[in-house]
Every structure is written in C-alpha cells, then in structure tokens.
C-alpha cells in the first residue's frame, strides 16, 4: 500500500446507536465512510477492559501476552495513574513500522505514557490530566513523560482543554435544561465536562501534529463516549419494567451529541490526513444501552454496559467499496494494518489479515516475532505474582490484575499460565467464588481431577443448592468419565430450567459431551433467543444439525459462529464436514485450509483435510 493510514478509536462504540443516527443523517461523516468502504461488527476479547483491549489493537495480543493488564496503577504516593508504556511487554505498530523506516504520530493511547520508540512523534493518554486546581490558568507543564519528543510541549502545553472550557454554551448543546439538575446532588454535569475536555484536547493534539508533522501511521483514540453511554441512557432505550429516574429525560440527547461531535471531529482529521490516507475506525468494544438499570449516579453492575461487538469501518484507495466484513475481531486490526503496509505479521498473532476488505487482494506473508526484530527480550508468560507496593490500594490493584490477566489466558487456552495466579488468588481470597470457579475449570482443562475436587468441594460451601452446584459437579463427572452420574446430574439440570447465558452454555457442552443432539439444539436456541450474537450457541447448534443429519443447517450455523467469532476451530472444522456431507468437496477444502491457518497444529483437521477428495464443487 502507498500513502498512509489514520487508524482512530472511539470507546464503546456500537452500531445499534450509530446505525438510527446514520439514517437520519446526523451522521454524514460516518456514513459516507461505511458507503465508500468496508465495515462490520469487532467482537473483543475478555476482559472489557479498554486499556487492555486498546493494546491489543495495536500490538495483535492479548492481555496475557502483552502484560497491560489494567487502566491504572499505583504509584508510591498510594494515588493511582494510567498505566505506563513500561507496563507493556510487546511491540506495538509504531514500533514495527518505525523498524522499517516509517514515522508514527500517536495520540491519547492507553500505555502510552513515557514511551521512548523511534520514528514516532506521541502524546501520551495523560496529557488531557489537570496539573492544576480549578481556577488556576494556565496549568502548569504536563506531567513528565506525556511527549515524545519533550519538546512538543512548548507548542501542546497550552492547548490542552480544561473542564472549565467547557462551559454552558458547550453544556446546552448536550443538555439543553441543564439549570434545572441540582449540581449538588447531580454530579454528572460536573464528569461530562471532564470526559469532553479530554476528547477535545486529543482532537486538537493529532490536528496540530497532522498539521505540522511527517507521518505514515497515526492513531487516535477518543475515549468520552464510554463513559456517556454507561452514566448518560435516553429514557426511550430502557426496556419495558425498567425504572428510568425523570432526570433522564434531561440527559437524553448528550450520547447522540456526542456521537454528531465525534463525526465532525472525524472529519476534520480526515481532511488533514488526505484524500490518498486510508481512514480506520474501530471500537474495541460496544456499549448494551438497553435493559441497564439506573441505580443514581451509575448501574449497579459496572461491566453490564459494555457489550463484546464494537464496530469496525476502513476507507481507503485499496479498500472495497460498500462492502460488509465478517468475523472481525480486535486481535485483527495490527495484523490487517501490517498489510496494508506490506509487512509480515508477526508469527505470535493470533489474529488475521482481513484480506475481504481489500479491492486487489494483498500478498499475505508471517515472519518471526516483531519483538525479536525489534530488541524486545521475551519475558516469562507467567505473571509477576508480587503486589508492586505495600499498601492497600496497590494490593486491590494487584488482585484486580491478576484477575484480569486469568480472564484473558482461559479465554485464549493458556490454562499454564492462568493457574499460579488463580491458585494464590483463590488461597488468599477463597470466598471469592469467580476465582474458584475459575481455578475449578483450569484444574479440569489441565487434567488435574484431584485439585478440582478439592477447589470445588471449597466453592460448594459457599453456594446453596442449585444450578450454580450441579453445573460443576457435572462437569467434574464428566471429565472423571463417569456418564451415567453425568446424565442424573443434566436431568436434574433441565428441570431447574437453567435461563442465564453461562449456564445454557456450560450445560450445552456437558450435552455434546454426552451426544445428546435433541436436548443440545433445544440448549443452543434457548440461548440465542437470549442472544442472537452468541457464537458459542450457534457453534453448539451446528454440532447437533450435523449430528442429526441437517448439514445444510449446519452450515448455516456454522458460517453464523464463524461470522461473529472467527477465531472459532471447531465451527470451521464442523462448517467443512457439512459441507463435505453436501458433497461440496472444494468450498470444504478451503474451509480446512482456514482453520489450518488459525491453528496449524491441529492433527485431527490435518488428516481430516488429507482425506477430502480433490473434486469440483457440485
């Protein structure tokens, strides 16, 4: 690819937000990108943590392989902070790209802060940080460590926007009755301003430097729109038998404001970036507006906002037009970015190159680590276990890490890596029923069947008699081969009429286990009239048509799981036996040889595909 591209982030962006305000056109911005280019859903990876997920973005890694684990950190005074670019373990695109003699401009990036790489010209995420008190103008300098190089700050110091900029005039646009909220009570107001003076001051720092600055690569996130649709839902997306208190009527229009700013932000850095740039918008996550309730000042369950689809839309002289993508995921963008720039991916990335968003399709090549490249020296995977400072805030900190870092190694299968951390979790913090549930399935994973009976004899003292109960002790039966125990204890299962998510799902795998195709549709349905964007349901629902002799059923459920997690072995490897059953011997072919990509040490698929016949489809 020639020329250059403009990759920008807004947190918690969601279609089914963006996508009514696209059609009534207060979103032209957005709207000529998705008609001029490629867009779909980004699913995510866990945790929602948008640090974590930001430097998954740009580095092609998850959170166990790349170490920022957190937003914040404490520091020696006890105070927290954001998260510093020595806590990232991995290269980054502006490293890779600046090996190879391109120049990066980067804005407002979690773990950004102090970095030192070559070729890049950066503004840390804490620049937008009140050095001074209210009152006080102008603030003193930015915290040491916001630029690269220093001496940007004689151009950038003195434009940073306080939330004092922002001021009624700015506040009616978002919120046209505001005199009538009690401050006093109604603190809102107060964090709107500090959520726009950031986002603001992060346009203005990548305008000035897309104005002044060399580049090839320039990355920018935005993160107020997070927060918004979490403390600020319009009245009309809470669902029926949800109790909206009547200030929100007041707030109504500040999330789709914020949305028609962040277009006219998004336009005025296209301009500056050229019509030759190629434009990247992603969000690493989405935002679940409906159904929260709103318990005062936030909903009771901090993560129950966010949703695991973000949005995902691209512009540029070879980009398709028009076209939609799916299966896109976060751990997709480095590896899509690298060729754009006709550059290897890196052989530790798990993610791909979205090679359907190219007009001419590009040549795809893998070559050893970035790291090793760049002179970064491979770290153990195994996590620090040791809190950083002896006081209670970082020992919270710590915990709240190492919970993070288990979440996104059992959800990537490095259940070695995950089990120290959650065996001194769960030691010292055995009430704690998450961590010993999660030390019971990483126990089951690595085969070791005497400590999960003992965790989950620990974990069963603490829950009454239930769902939560049986699901365990069913799976600890089924993994000790003892089926007929197993059966009892899904019996019993089924006439609890399990409804959460986690438990359809978890009895769906104790159903394939035990080849009940029947009951493991039933399960699979269940779940996606909960959740239609479930690709574990729609795996589990392929398995059993394919069992019970629907293969074209299959396929179409299959090619759904596929289409909403394309990280998904198994879908591939049921998608090209319902093929192959159609006698479709071609489009199974290249359904093996996309699962072999994503894991090419599966033996099974290996010799699988070594036994599709080579014949035209049809």
Same mark, same amino acid.
């Given at each position: 690819?020639s020329? @250059?591209?403009?990759?920008?982030?807004?947190?918690?962006a969601d279609?089914k937000?963006?996508?009514p305000?696209?059609?009534?056109?207060k979103?032209?911005?957005?709207?000529?990108?998705?008609?001029?280019g490629?867009?779909?859903?980004?699913?995510?990876?866990?945790?929602?943590?948008?640090?974590m997920?930001?430097?998954?973005l740009?580095?092609?890694?998850?959170?166990?392989?790349? &170490?920022v684990?957190h937003a914040?950190?404490?520091?020696?005074?006890?105070r927290?902070?954001t998260?510093?670019?020595?806590?990232?373990?991995?290269s980054t695109?502006?490293?890779?790209?600046?090996?190879?003699?391109?120049?990066?401009?980067?804005?407002?990036?979690?773990a950004?802060?102090?970095?030192?790489?070559g %070729?890049?010209?950066?503004?840390?995420?804490? !620049?937008?940080?009140?050095?001074?008190?209210?009152?006080? +103008?102008p603030w003193?300098?930015?915290?040491?460590?916001?630029?690269?190089?220093?001496?940007? #700050?004689?151009?950038?110091d $003195?434009?940073r926007?306080?939330?004092?900029?922002?001021?009624?005039?700015?506040?009616?646009? !978002?919120i046209p009755?505001?005199?009538q909220?009690d401050?006093?009570?109604d603190?809102?107001i107060?964090?709107?301003r500090?959520?726009l003076a950031?986002d603001y001051?992060?346009?203005?720092a990548?305008?000035?430097?897309? &104005?002044?600055?060399?580049?090839?690569?320039?990355?920018?996130?935005?993160?107020a729109?997070g927060p918004?649709s979490?403390f600020?839902?319009?009245?009309?997306?809470?669902?029926?038998?949800?109790?909206?208190?009547?200030?929100?009527?007041?707030?109504?229009?500040?999330l789709?404001?914020?949305?028609?700013?962040l277009?006219?932000?998004?336009?005025?850095l296209i301009?500056?970036?050229?019509?030759?740039a $190629?434009?990247?918008?992603?969000s690493? +996550?989405?935002? @679940?507006?409906?159904g929260?309730?709103?318990?005062g000042?936030?909903?009771?369950?901090q993560?129950?906002?966010k949703?695991?689809?973000?949005?995902?839309?691209?512009?540029?002289p070879?980009?398709? #037009?028009?076209?939609?993508?799916?299966?896109a995921?976060?751990?997709?963008?480095?590896?899509?970015?690298?060729?754009?720039?006709g550059?290897?991916?890196g052989d530790?990335?798990?993610g791909?190159a979205?090679?359907?968003?190219? #007009?001419?399709t590009?040549?795809?090549?893998?070559?050893a680590?970035?790291?090793l490249?760049i002179?970064?020296q491979?770290?153990? %995977?195994v996590?620090d276990?040791?809190?950083?400072?002896? +006081?209670?805030?970082?020992?919270?900190?710590c915990r709240e890490s190492?919970?993070?870092?288990v979440?996104?190694?059992m959800?990537?299968?490095r259940?070695?890596?995950?089990?120290?951390?959650?065996?001194r *979790?769960?030691r010292?913090?055995?009430?704690?029923?998450?961590?010993?549930?999660?030390?019971?399935?990483?126990q *089951?994973?690595?085969?070791q069947?005497? /400590?999960?009976?003992?965790?989950?004899?620990?974990?069963?003292?603490s829950?009454?008699?239930?769902?939560?109960?049986?699901?365990?002790?069913?799976?600890?039966?089924?993994? &000790?081969? %003892?089926?007929? =125990? $197993?059966?009892?204890?899904?019996?019993e299962?089924h006439r609890?009429?399990?409804?959460h998510?986690?438990?359809?799902r978890?009895?769906? *795998?104790?159903?394939l286990?035990?080849?009940?195709?029947?009951?493991l549709e039933?399960?699979?349905?269940?779940?996606? %009239?909960?959740?239609?964007?479930d690709?574990?349901?729609?795996l589990? *629902?392929?398995?059993?048509?394919? #069992?019970?002799?629907?293969?074209?059923?299959? =396929?179409?459920?299959?090619?759904?799981?596929i /289409?909403?997690?394309?990280f998904l072995?198994?879908a591939?490897?049921?998608l090209?036996?319902?093929?192959v059953?159609?006698g479709?011997?071609?489009?199974?072919?290249?359904?093996?040889?996309?699962?072999?990509?994503?894991?090419?040490?599966?033996?099974?698929?290996?010799? !699988?595909?070594?036994r599709?016949p080579v014949?035209?489809?049809?």
């Open positions: 690819m020329g @250059r591209l403009l990759l920008v982030e807004w947190d918690a279609w937000v963006l996508h305000l696209i059609d009534a056109g979103m032209p911005v957005l709207n000529q990108l998705v008609e001029e490629v867009s779909g859903e980004l699913s995510s990876v866990q945790p929602l943590v948008p640090a997920l930001c430097t998954s740009i580095t092609g890694k998850r959170a166990w392989q790349h &170490k684990c914040m950190e404490p520091s020696q005074d006890g927290m902070a998260i510093p670019a020595t806590a990232r373990q991995t695109l502006w490293q890779m790209l600046g090996q190879t003699g391109k120049r990066s401009l980067v804005v407002g990036w979690p950004s802060h102090g970095e030192k790489a %070729n890049c010209v950066l503004v840390s995420d804490r !620049y937008p940080e009140p050095t001074a008190g209210p009152g006080i +103008h003193p300098p930015a915290k040491p460590g916001t630029y690269l190089p220093d001496t940007l #700050r004689i151009r950038l $003195t434009a926007s306080s939330p004092e900029h922002i001021d009624a005039s700015v506040i009616s646009r !978002y009755g505001w005199q909220i401050q006093k009570r603190h809102r107060g964090q709107l500090l959520y950031a001051s992060y346009q203005t990548m305008m000035e430097l897309l &104005k002044r600055e060399a580049w090839d690569f320039a990355a920018v996130r935005f993160p729109l918004i979490q600020f839902i319009p009245p009309h997306l809470f669902q029926p038998g949800d109790s909206a208190p009547p200030e929100f009527e007041l707030y109504k229009g500040v789709s404001m914020t949305c028609r700013i277009d006219n932000m998004l336009h005025q301009t500056l970036a050229g019509k030759d $190629t434009i990247m918008l992603v690493a +996550h989405g935002a @679940r507006i409906q929260i309730p709103a318990g000042f936030a909903p009771r369950d993560e129950s906002w949703s695991p689809f973000g949005i995902f839309a691209v512009r540029g070879n980009i398709a #037009r028009d076209t939609l993508v799916y299966g995921s976060v751990l997709d963008v480095a590896p899509t970015i690298l060729t754009c720039f550059l290897p991916i530790d990335m798990e791909r979205l090679i359907e968003a190219f #007009r001419t590009p040549e795809i090549t893998r070559a680590s970035w790291d490249q002179g970064i491979p770290r153990s %995977n996590k276990l040791s809190p950083p400072l002896d +006081h209670p805030a970082a020992s919270a900190w190492d919970w993070h870092f979440q996104s190694a959800e990537a299968g259940y070695a890596e995950a089990l120290p951390v959650l065996d *979790l769960f010292e913090f055995p009430e704690q029923l998450d961590v010993g549930y999660a030390l019971f399935q990483c *089951l994973a690595l085969k069947l005497s /400590g999960a009976s003992d965790t989950l004899e620990v974990v069963l003292e829950i009454p008699a239930g769902v939560a109960s049986l699901l365990p002790r069913a799976e600890l039966a089924i993994a &000790k081969g %003892n089926f007929n =125990e $197993t059966r009892n204890l899904v019996e299962l609890l009429k399990p409804t998510p986690s438990a359809l978890r009895l769906g *795998l104790l159903l286990r035990l080849r009940e195709w029947n009951a039933e399960i699979a349905n269940q779940a996606l %009239n909960i959740d239609e964007r690709p574990i349901a729609w589990g *629902l392929a398995a059993a048509q394919l #069992r019970k002799e629907k293969p074209k059923a299959a =396929e179409e459920s299959a090619t759904r799981a /289409g909403l997690r394309y072995p198994d591939h490897f049921i090209a036996r319902a093929l059953a159609q479709r011997w071609l489009e199974a072919r290249y359904a093996m040889q996309a699962l072999l990509k994503i894991q090419p040490e599966n033996r099974v698929a290996a010799n !699988y595909s070594k599709i014949k035209p489809a049809g």
